[in-house]
Each structure stands twice: as structure tokens, then as C-alpha cells.
């Protein structure tokens, strides 16, 4: 285990044997050596596990058992941080550069920033098809709309890393970063002006789209009451008609 350890990587699967691979290598061909790396298998029944002993060198902490979902191995993860700052780069999904840790890591006032977040490139399994997504500063102002950033481009500090709430099987990990902004002064926030992730559209939760906006509305009542719903009923009607539009023309 590293002396000093900056961050801890969190990598959570299940049956992803065609796009863990590069996951693991975007985290270990790191130049910054100074972190955590925690991979947690839902008890895979592919070659996950292959991919991983071929690699377990370079892998600091390894679970591998049935969960209750993707916030419940998520829990796993942090339960074995040991890093001042957590970040969940899932498989399919991989860091830019072999020196995004070192330029997050350079950008960091260790005894004041609590939450880093960056942009992301939307990618999918054609490398030719990526964009880049600019996000917007984690502030309640913000998050009160919407999530205007992207999980697997945030860190934040342990310390106010709460545990993933399961009632949520979508949005948990919406509500893990307004819990943890509750806890912090907009001097400790840092939104950093570069891509940091590669991040699959191909995700869990892209092909979840009411259920998705169900628990969107559920954190925006229970974290800012009714009026904020009522005032957010142009950004759900958005996101319907969005999702209608791509139905018909995809």
C-alpha cells in the first residue's frame, strides 16, 4: 500500500469483461502512483475475474460477492477508502490521460478543497463518436435544477463521503454529492476546466428514463421542497420530450 494516498479509485462491476480491461489500465498507467485502487465485482459470471487476476498487482483492494444493486457495491467501495478523496470510475468508463490524477492532484489546496469536479467526453463504443461534455459548477444554486455534472468526474473528500442511499437505484449518487456540498464553504469546492473522464452513455441508467425522472424529482423534493418541483417542471417536461426524440430518431 502507497505511503501517502491522494485519492481512492473505486472501479464497481458486474459482467463488464468487454470494457473492464481498459478501465483498469486507464487507472493504473497513472504517472501519479499516489493512490488507492479498489475494484468491487458483483460476482461476475463472464471473465471478469480473468481480466482482474491479471492485473491484481496493481489493485490494492478486491471484493468479489453478490450485492443489492450498484449503490450497495459502491458502499463496499468506500467502506475501504483510504485515500483523502473518492472518485467511482466504473467499468466502461476511464480517465483521459495517464496524467489527469497528477494535474487534479496539482490543483488541490489539501487543507481546504473537499469537492474537485471536471468535465467529461460522452463516448460510446464507436471511438470516433465522443463529445465533450462542459459541466457546471457543483453549488446548491445548480443542483436545486438538475445534476449538471458527471459522478465518475468528482472527488470528494472522505471525510464528508456519506454512504450511498439504496432506496435510490438511479439518483443516489445525485443526493451522495448535495449531501456532501451541505457540508462544505464554495472556498472547497473546485470545478476544474478539463476533461478528467471518458464516460459510456452506455450506462445503467441511460435506458431507465422514467424511473430516472421519478427519483430526479424525488431529491429535488426532499432536498428543496415542493416549490422547487413545481418551479422544475419546465426542465422534466425537457427531459421527456428529449427522451421522446431520440426514441423516434434512433
Known amino acids: 500500500m502507497k505511503k501517502e494516498i491522494i485519492f481512492s479509485i473505486i472501479t464497481v462491476c458486474y459482467n463488464a469483461e468487454d470494457v473492464l480491461e481498459e478501465t483498469i489500465l486507464s487507472v493504473i498507467n497513472q504517472n501519479f502512483k499516489h493512490f488507492q485502487y479498489i475494484i468491487i465485482d458483483g460476482n461476475s459470471s463472464d471473465g471478469s475475474l480473468s481480466i482482474i487476476q491479471k492485473y491484481k ?34 467499468a466502461g468508463d476511464r480517465f483521459i490521460l495517464n496524467t489527469t490524477l497528477n494535474e487534479i492532484a496539482n490543483s488541490v489546496n489539501s487543507n481546504e478543497t473537499k469537492i474537485i469536479s471536471g468535465d467529461f467526453v460522452l463516448t460510446d463504443d464507436s471511438s470516433s463518436n465522443q463529445r465533450l461534455i462542459k459541466t457546471r459548477n457543483i453549488t446548491i444554486k445548480n443542483l436545486r435544477k438538475d445534476f449538471y455534472a458527471c459522478h465518475q468526474s468528482i472527488f470528494i473528500d472522505r471525510k464528508i463521503a456519506n454512504k450511498y442511499d439504496v432506496s435510490y437505484k438511479i439518483k443516489a449518487d445525485y443526493k451522495w454529492v448535495i449531501e456532501a456540498l451541505y457540508q462544505t464553504t464554495n472556498q472547497q469546492v473546485l470545478k476544474l476546466d478539463i476533461p478528467i473522464v471518458f464516460y459510456s452513455k452506455e450506462g445503467f441508467s441511460n435506458n431507465l428514463f422514467v424511473k430516472n425522472l421519478q427519483e430526479l424529482v424525488r431529491i429535488h423534493h426532499e432536498f428543496f421542497g415542493v416549490k422547487q418541483v413545481i418551479k422544475n417542471l419546465h426542465i422534466y417536461t425537457y427531459r421527456l420530450l428529449r427522451s421522446v426524440k431520440d426514441k423516434i430518431f434512433h
Open 57 to 90: 498487482d496493481k489493485i490494492d483492494d478486491f471484493i468479489r460477492e453478490p450485492d443489492a444493486g450498484i449503490y450497495d457495491a459502491m458502499n463496499k467501495g468506500l467502506s475501504l477508502a483510504k485515500g483523502q478523496f473518492v472518485n467511482f470510475l466504473n
